[in-house]
């Protein structure tokens, strides 16, 4: 069946811009995760959506960062006014909802390798 | 800081042996997990382990989990040049703490032909 899949695969943006990163999950999976990777680095946590609700944002790495989920399903993360600290591998993951045994295996998508000049 | 830090951070071995990463944690876990990602793309999950379970397999993987140490590691055995890649650890922490997994900076495997 399909994975999850991100879009775009690359962007490049000038430094100030907006810029929206779209995440397709896998279907029926009610958990979706943002996480950002600088280069050479383990997977930093941004934020988790349980359906269509994101319980806790204090991961976004500042007030520009923004993240929304319609309809169970597609997410979007966008970054206002973009810096350059902001350029990095930008993953999603779905899973099943988690329970209180604690969460599933994430389902990674391939990424959008963002660039700000 | 790093829940989850992979040591080493870089292996080189011969095809044919065997790998082996640790991976130390700090915090109390639901489950501890294991990724693979190849050309600093798309991660592949490996294998879960829970907190309650000392040692899995999967194929020629075998993970163990050590809560009284915060401990886990991964073995490859028979390694093949197709497992060259990053290998990550990452937490489920325990109590509602972040909903997302805690990763570690991973450990590169080279394997050489």
């Known amino acids: 069946g399909a994975g999850v899949s991100q879009s775009p695969s690359n962007k490049v943006t000038e430094k100030g811009k907006d810029v929206e990163l779209r995440c397709d999950p896998i279907s029926g999976h009610t958990a979706l995760y943002w996480y950002r990777q600088s280069l050479g680095q383990g997977l930093e946590f941004l934020i988790y959506?349980?359906?269509?609700?994101?319980?806790?944002k204090s991961g976004l790495p500042s007030d520009r960062f923004s993240a929304e989920r319609t309809g169970g399903s597609v997410s979007t993360l966008t970054i206002q006014r973009t810096q350059q600290e902001d350029s990095a591998v930008y993953l999603c993951?779905?899973?099943?909802?988690?329970?209180?045994?604690?969460?599933?295996?994430?389902?990674f998508g391939p990424g959008t390798r963002l660039t700000v000049t | 800081s790093q829940q989850g830090e992979e040591d080493p951070q870089a292996l080189s071995i011969q095809e044919g042996e065997n790998a082996t990463m640790n991976c130390s944690y700090k915090?109390?876990?639901?489950?501890l997990q294991w990724y693979r990602q190849n050309s600093g793309r798309g991660l592949v999950h490996l294998i879960l382990?829970?907190?309650?379970?000392r040692e899995k397999h999967s194929g020629r993987l075998r993970v163990t989990l050590d809560t009284s140490k915060k401990s886990s590691s991964l073995l490859i055995t028979a390694s093949r040049a197709a497992d060259t890649a990053s290998y990550f650890c990452a937490t489920d922490e325990e109590g509602g703490g972040a909903d997302g997994l805690t990763f570690g900076k991973g450990t590169h495997l080279i394997i050489q032909p």
């Open positions: 915090t109390s876990i639901n489950n």
């Open positions: 993951a779905s899973s099943l909802l988690r329970d209180e045994a604690g969460g599933y295996e994430q389902y």
């Open positions: 382990i829970r907190s309650n379970e």
């Open positions: 959506f349980q359906g269509n609700s994101a319980p806790d």
